[in-house]
């Protein structure tokens, strides 16, 4: 635990934090070669590190009781797996986890491509919110009755764990930005003023193409990669604007320095893609899974933290929790398998559905023209049904939950099993 001004000159008392002191830090992998991360717990509660994203072993994915033991205080756990994937993804516990990351839990894993294209700069940015009172302490971190809705915001919108932070970059240099949402809550639209930003890649793939940032939707979980050929002169600034609620905020800028280095975004050359297998259409099931509220809410008692209500549920089933019995998987998969999962939101309200291990891609929707990204984290739309497709290629139990934390810990949380 930790202290740091996050609001004003007072610091935030009781800040849990991956480092003895300030943010996360940003984790660097190399793709195809081994990593070793050890987790030392020095907090007073029991806790464990699930790296979002990533396609690893199970034994790594760090879920209480399903995947691994807890890791309680003092306790050590090495985290050994070697990425098949390039790309932004993060890191966050998955025990007690609303508390854990409210309280300051979260990270970037960055996994450098073997032969990326050619930066000037690359700055990540972890952008969460924070619970806390005018006097900078944190409040309680959620209302049951924001949880049965969109969720409970923060008060104060970081990057990086500070207010709209500046980063001096080349003028005339091409920058890779790397933002990644690690707030329980929030999904963000986010646009650029200043400079044009084309998105090279969302939830650490390569999109099939280029495109420019306008208002995309970036969920609880999501990631996007943008290149941004910054202006030529020195002391411009380039923002970027989160938009999703009525009043904009800039989360970042980014300001030239020195003489220009005449980048040419066309130079860039595309990301390479992830070893990622491609589904068998024509011979995958079909397993629909319903998102809805559920009618019940009483407070229940759930085990690792849960907040105590049911609200929500995955084909009519409400998990309150990982726990040391836990129910049946929603489905039983077959290792090797193709599989299309029908993501179907019945309700009204924008849930980010992640599934653990594996990685999809989206096939189409009946609300809106989508493109075949390739995710872990799909953002389905209120009302919307959302088709995607993987191969079922990575053995044993996955979580499939709503990445809102308040949602998955009142009962949109569930598990697959492949064997
Ligand atoms: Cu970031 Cu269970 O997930
Ligand atoms: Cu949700």
């Given at each position: 635990m930790t202290e740091f001004s996050l609001r004003g000159d007072q610091p935030t008392q009781n800040i849990f934090s991956?480092?003895?002191?300030?943010?996360?830090p940003v984790l660097r992998a190399k793709q195809g070669e081994p990593f070793h991360v050890r987790l030392e717990n020095k907090l007073p509660e029991a806790t464990t590190i699930h790296w979002h994203g990533l396609r690893l072993p199970n034994a790594m994915d760090?879920?209480?009781f399903l995947t691994q033991p807890y890791v309680y205080e003092n306790e050590t756990f090495d985290y050994i797996f070697t990425p098949p994937d390039a790309g932004t993804f993060w890191y966050h516990p998955h025990c007690n986890t609303l508390e854990q990351m409210s309280y300051g839990l979260t990270g970037l894993l960055i996994v450098d491509e073997k032969d990326g294209p050619d930066f000037d700069a690359d700055i990540s940015l972890n952008l969460r919110d924070w619970r806390l009172g005018s006097d900078g302490q944190f409040i309680n971190l959620y209302k049951a009755r924001k949880s049965a809705r969109a969720g409970t915001f923060g008060t104060v919108k970081t990057a990086n764990w500070s207010e709209n932070p500046t980063y001096e970059v080349p003028s005339g240099g091409l920058i890779r930005l790397r933002a990644a949402v690690?707030?329980?809550t929030r999904i963000f639209k986010l646009l650029t003023k200043g400079a044009k930003a084309t998105i090279i890649a969302l939830d650490g793939y390569p999109v099939p193409k280029h495109f420019d940032l306008d208002h995309q939707a970036v969920g609880p979980g999501q990631r996007i990669d943008l290149a941004i050929r910054m202006p030529d002169e020195e002391g411009k600034e380039v923002q970027l604007i989160n938009a999703s609620s009525s009043k904009s905020w800039t989360v970042a800028t980014f300001k030239t320095k020195g003489t220009?280095?005449?980048?040419?975004?066309?130079d860039l050359k595309p990301l390479p893609n992830n070893p990622v297998p491609i589904p068998d259409l024509e011979n995958a099931e079909y397993i629909p899974f319903e998102f809805t509220a559920t009618a019940e809410s009483a407070p229940k008692n759930g085990f690792c933290?849960?907040?105590?209500?049911?609200f929500w549920a995955i084909n009519r089933k409400s998990w309150l929790g990982v726990s040391p019995d836990p129910m049946e998987p929603l489905a039983d998969l077959k290792l090797g398998k193709s599989y299309i999962f029908s993501f179907r939101n019945r309700t009204p309200h924008t849930h980010p559905i992640h599934l653990h291990g594996l990685s999809f891609t989206l096939l189409n929707s009946n609300k809106r023209k989508i493109d075949p990204f390739i995710t872990d984290t799909a953002l389905v739309l209120p009302d919307e049904r959302m088709d995607v497709a993987f191969v079922a290629d990575n053995p044993r139990d996955w979580l499939l939950h709503c990445h809102i934390i308040e949602h998955q810990k009142t009962g949109m949380s569930s598990f697959i099993r492949i064997s």
């Open positions: 991956n480092n003895a002191i300030g943010p996360a760090g879920v209480p690690t707030d329980v220009s280095l005449k980048r040419d975004i066309r933290g849960t907040i105590g209500f049911s």
